[in-house]
């Protein structure tokens, strides 16, 4: 099954013979038209200036003159009511009822996979990407700054991707606790709530450490003995992570994320070492006078350029273990590429790394790609500065408890805490996701929880209002229903952005910015929330009633498929 629309309108408006082109070659200059308020827009525009960019032609005739010359040897026929010109463009109007007919059946036939068996997608080839992201440290807490990370790798899903985890941010991190937990660690403490009491632990070693440089020093040596595969130090780090794993497994529950694989940075202390022969066998690694390792990625000497790889007792470093995973992930998974969610600030770090896997020979490093985003702050709850994940999502689900309380409207639920959650999380979601990735941002509490204008919550609210309609109305409605009665300037609007839903998502997986299919998704809305008004159901003719609920309910459909995508479950109630 394909979204027919634009090879349905080429046979017809002769598009194809009048250029000597074939359909597909004119699939992406043909666009649906935004909708406006203040006007009727048609449905398709042809971009004349996409089609002379693919011509041979160098003398660039006027775009204009162009346009108006297309326009007159096409001719209207069943499918094409209307053809008229625009800046650059030649646009086309479908036929009402054809076009109203064509786009509910296609939402409703493909369900989930509506906009994704574009023909806009059919010449992508499937891929094997791995993502590696979220990446918080072992033994310690789950810190809010790795919220975003989490959320943007868990939008992956749009370009069915395959999600990795990496669970240890830093090696160093783990030593100076496991050094710490010898000294100040209760056995009982750590099976009944381990991660707090390795919190506990990790803030009273670092005060200590501070007047005491022996616990730096044993922490150091205890790094050492974890790298030689001391049995000991392994078992304790063992313990650690699997402790870690299942508090982070909970956690991720709330969030709704899933992962196929847990691989943490150290799982790769054995293979950096063996990324250290091969650079030197190379002879890329340089020694220094201080006993380190390093890679010159300039040739000269730019200390811009230098990577150190490893330390003056032979230990590696976070880019040695890099490298290492890299190449065992291409040897376990031989993937087209992989992506890294992370913040900005290691965006030296990830080029550096890119390019000494060029070096060393691997062809496929052009494969790998570093996503950067920018920084949230002014994240606090009302106890004050924000450390944890969790007392975020308590915060979100205690907030939004109070604002459905408050409303009297709000429907009795059957897992209210569950629904307000779920509603939290969309707002936060929303909110991150409506710019770009790489901006930072000033979190708002107030702003993130409006249900009026473009936030999650209003999301979350005409989804719920939509489902709504279907169980009061649907028994009786959803079996036919006559185009004829959809005709009225709310019913065309939403038809007609309802078009465009392929070409966001085709628009959002190429620059991999999620933004696109969230401002989609609140014009949708806000079109919906109108069209409420006006397009009654209640006390209307069966025929008008059965056309309007199948409308809103490929709306619902639609608005459930992109939050979804950006990682958000819909609720049917609030």
């Known amino acids: 099954l394909e979204f027919t629309f634009r090879k349905s309108l080429l046979p017809g408006s002769t598009l194809s013979r009048v250029l000597d082109l074939p359909p597909e070659n004119l699939i992406k200059s043909i666009s649906a038209v935004p909708i406006s308020r203040k006007e009727e827009v048609a449905d398709f525009q042809l971009s004349v200036d996409s089609l002379l960019e693919n011509n041979n032609d160098h003398s660039r005739p006027d775009i204009q003159v162009q346009a108006t010359r297309l326009a007159e040897k096409l001719k209207c026929d069943t499918v094409v009511s209307e053809i008229s010109t625009g800046r650059g463009t030649v646009n086309f109007k479908i036929n009402r009822e054809l076009l109203t007919k064509t786009v509910l059946q296609q939402v409703i036939s493909d369900g989930s996979k509506y906009g994704l068996k574009s023909e806009l997608f059919s010449g992508l080839p499937q891929k094997k990407i791995v993502v590696e992201f979220s990446s918080p440290n072992v033994a310690k807490k789950f810190h809010v700054g790795h919220l975003r990370s989490t959320i943007i790798g868990k939008y992956w899903p749009l370009l069915f991707l395959f999600p990795f985890f990496r669970y240890s941010g830093h090696l160093s991190t783990f030593c100076l606790l496991g050094t710490g937990f010898q000294l100040f660690g209760y056995e009982e403490k750590l099976q009944s709530n381990p991660l707090q009491h390795l919190f506990e632990v990790y803030v009273q070693v670092n005060k200590e450490a501070a007047d005491d440089k ?328 069966p025929d008008v009633a059965g056309a309007r609920l199948h409308l809103f309910r490929a709306v619902r459909s639609v608005l459930a498929n992109g939050m979804k995508l950006l990682g958000i479950i819909p609720v049917c109630r609030m």
């Not at 790298?227 to 991720?252: C, M, N």
């Not at 401002?519 to 079109?527: E, G, I, M, R």
């Open 214 to 541: 022996n616990i730096a020093k044993s922490a150091h040596e205890f790094f050492q003995r974890l790298e030689l595969g001391d049995t000991q130090a392994l078992a304790l780090w063992q313990k650690f992570r699997d402790l870690s794993v299942e508090e982070y497994v909970r956690i991720y529950k709330r969030l709704g994320v899933h992962f196929d694989e847990y691989s943490g940075e150290s799982f790769y202390r054995e293979k950096s070492q063996e990324v250290l022969k091969l650079l030197d066998s190379k002879g890329l690694l340089q020694k220094t006078v201080r006993g380190t390792a390093i890679v010159d990625l300039s040739g000269n000497g730019d200390p811009s350029s230098i990577c150190t790889v490893m330390r003056s007792d032979g230990t590696s470093l976070y880019a040695t273990r890099d490298l290492a995973a890299a190449i065992d992930r291409m040897d376990k998974y031989n993937f087209d590429a992989m992506i890294y969610v992370t913040d900005k600030g290691q965006k030296k770090h990830f080029q550096q790394v890119f390019q000494m896997l060029q070096i060393m020979g691997y062809d496929w490093a052009e494969r790998c790609q570093h996503v950067p985003f920018g920084v949230v702050q002014g994240m606090k709850t009302r106890r004050g500065n924000v450390t944890f994940l969790e007392d975020v999502l308590n915060e979100i689900r205690s907030r939004m408890l109070q604002n459905m309380a408050s409303i009297k409207t709000t429907r009795e639920l059957e897992n209210p805490q569950e629904t307000a959650e779920r509603v939290g999380l969309a707002a936060l979601i929303i909110q991150d996701f409506r710019g770009l990735l790489l901006s930072d941002s000033q979190f708002s509490w107030d702003r993130v929880f409006q249900s009026r204008g473009d936030t999650g919550v209003f999301l979350q609210y005409t989804h719920a209002r939509l489902h709504s309609l279907e169980e009061t109305f649907g028994c009786g409605y959803l079996n036919d229903f006559n185009t004829a009665c959809l005709q009225e300037p709310q019913s065309v609007s939403i038809l007609q952005h309802l078009l465009r839903f392929d070409e966001v998502l085709y628009r959002s997986s190429q620059d991999l910015q999620p933004r696109h299919i969230v401002s989609y998704l609140l014009t949708l809305s806000h079109l919906a929330a109108m069209a409420h008004k006006t397009l009654l159901i209640k006390d209307s003719p």
